[in-house]
C-alpha cells in the first residue's frame, strides 16, 4: 500500500512536522514524525491543512511520458551501439583506446576527445557507430538489469595468444541472454605465438561458429598494438548493424538511458546520456530517475557544445537538481511541474523500499537477538 512519512507529508505541505502530529493525534492516531501513514490517512491530513492533495501513481507517471506509436516513415536510421567483452587482459580497454585514435587522426573535427563514457567513430565508407566505453560484464548486466538496453552488438575480444577463457564464456551467454548479435575480434595477432585458428576452434565448442569455421559469426584478426584490422573490425561492425536494420524516430520527446552521472565541482550534477529515441535539445524539461531539470547545455564525445543529440547519441547533460544512477532512463516531460511531480514520487517510492528494507532488518536483528 502506499504511504508516507509524516515528517515528509509536512515538508510537503510546508507545515510543521509537528503540526502534522497533533492533528493525526486528533484523529485518535498516535504516530511520531518519522512513522508512515497510509495515503487514505495522509489525505484526510492534507485536507485538515486547507490543501490538496494530488496523488501520483506509476500509471500517472506512465502516461506522462510519452509512449507514441511510432509511425514507420518517422523511423530512420540509427547508429549501432557497441559495446566490448571479453576475458580480462585480452585486450578490450586496448581496442577502445585505438578505435578512438583512429577516429582522431582521421581528422574529426575537434580532435581532442573527452572521457564522458561513450563515444561515435565515423568508419572509412562514412557509418557512424557508437562506442560505450565501460567494457565489462558488469556495467552490461547491470545496466540491463536496470530495464536499460543499451548495447545493439557485443564485440567479443579473444586473445590470440591465448584462448577461450571463463570470461569469454561469461560474455558469450550475456550477448545470448541480451539476443545481441556477436562480431569475434581475435586480437594481438602481431604477437608471434599468436594462434588465431585456436580461437575459433575454442569458440566452437561454445557453439559460436564463426566466418571462417563456416558459420555465421563475424570475425577480424586484429592487433590493438598496431592497428592492423581495426578498420576491418569498424567495416564488419557497420556490416552487422546494416543487417540489424536499426532505427529510431527522431523527431518525438527525447528518451534515453544514463551511463555514467557524477557531481562536478564547477558543473554541478552532469549524467552522459545515451539518446534512444526523440532529439534531446537545450531547453528541454526532463526527469531522470528521480531527479529533474532543464538541459542547460549539452556536450558531445568531442568536448563540444552542442545544441541537440539524436538517437546513438552519447552526451554530457548539464542542468540537473540532482545526480541519477547508470542506468536511470531520461525521458523529456512537458511541464517543470510534471518533472518535479515524477521526480518526487519516485524519489518517495525509492525512500519507502529503503524504509521497508531497514524495518525488515531491524526486525531480523531482533529476532537474531532473541
Ligand atoms: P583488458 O583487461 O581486456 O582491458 O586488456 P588491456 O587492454 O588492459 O590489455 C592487457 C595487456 O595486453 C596490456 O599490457 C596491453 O598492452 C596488451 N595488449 C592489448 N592489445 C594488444 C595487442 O593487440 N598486441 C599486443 N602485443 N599486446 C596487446
Ligand atoms: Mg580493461
Redesign the pocket.
Known amino acids: 500500500p502506499e504511504t508516507i512519512v509524516v515528517q515528509e507529508l509536512a515538508n510537503r505541505m510546508a507545515e510543521r512536522a509537528a503540526d502534522v502530529v497533533k492533528s493525526l493525534m486528533k484523529m485518535g492516531l498516535m504516530v511520531s514524525m518519522n512513522e508512515p501513514i497510509d495515503a487514505d490517512t495522509a489525505e484526510l491530513v492534507i485536507e485538515e491543512f486547507g490543501h490538496k492533495a494530488v496523488r501520483v501513481s506509476d500509471s500517472d507517471v506512465e502516461q506522462v511520458i510519452d509512449k507514441v506509436q511510432d509511425a514507420d516513415e518517422d523511423l530512420v536510421p540509427r547508429p549501432p551501439i557497441v559495446t566490448i567483452m ?13 578505435i578512438r585514435k583512429t577516429s582522431v587522426v582521421s581528422g574529426e573535427a575537434g580532435g581532442i576527445t573527452q572521457h564522458i563514457g561513450a563515444y561515435q567513430v565515423t568508419t572509412d565508407s562514412g557509418a557512424v557507430l557508437t562506442f560505450l566505453d565501460t ?2 560484464h558488469a556495467a552490461f548486466t547491470s545496466m540491463r538489469a536496470r530495464g536499460a538496453q543499451v548495447t545493439d552488438i557485443v564485440v567479443l ?1 579473444v ?1 590470440a ?1 591465448d584462448a577461450v577463457m571463463p570470461q569469454t564464456v561469461e560474455a558469450i551467454a550475456h550477448a545470448r541472454a541480451a539476443k545481441v548479435p556477436m562480431i569475434v575480434a581475435i ?5 608471434p605465438s599468436a594462434n588465431p585458428q585456436k580461437v575459433r576452434t575454442g569458440l566452437l565448442q561454445h557453439e559460436v561458429v564463426v566466418e571462417q569455421m563456416g558459420g555465421e559469426v563475424l570475425d577480424v584478426e ?5 592497428g592492423k584490422g581495426l578498420d576491418l573490425l569498424l567495416e564488419s561492425i557497420a556490416l552487422q548493424a546494416e543487417i540489424l536494420d536499426l532505427r529510431a524516430n527522431p523527431k518525438r520527446a527525447a528518451a534515453g538511458a544514463v551511463i555514467e552521472a557524477k557531481l562536478d565541482v564547477g558543473r554541478g550534477p552532469v549524467a552522459t546520456v545515451l539518446i534512444e529515441h526523440g532529439t534531446l535539445r537545450k531547453g528541454d524539461i526532463f526527469v531522470v530517475g528521480a531527479q529533474w531539470g532543464k538541459v542547460r547545455a549539452l556536450i558531445n564525445d568531442k568536448g563540444q557544445r552542442v545544441d541537440e543529440a539524436g538517437p546513438s547519441v552519447p552526451v554530457e547533460v548539464l542542468g540537473l537538481n540532482g545526480t541519477p544512477e547508470a542506468g536511470d532512463v531520461l525521458n523529456v516531460v512537458e511541464t517543470e511541474a510534471q518533472a518535479r511531480e515524477i521526480a518526487d514520487y519516485r524519489d518517495q517510492v525509492i525512500r519507502d523500499k529503503r524504509a521497508a528494507a531497514g524495518a525488515a532488518t531491524t526486525m531480523e536483528q531482533l529476532m537474531a537477538k532473541a
Not at 571479453?86 to 585505438?98: E, M, N, Q
Not at 586480437?187 to 604477437?191: G, L, T, Y
Open positions: 571479453g576475458h580480462v587482459d585480452h585486450g578490450k580497454t586496448s581496442l577502445l583506446d585505438a567494457p565489462g575480444v586473445a595468444d586480437n594481438k595477432c602481431d604477437k586484429v592487433s590493438a598494438l598496431t
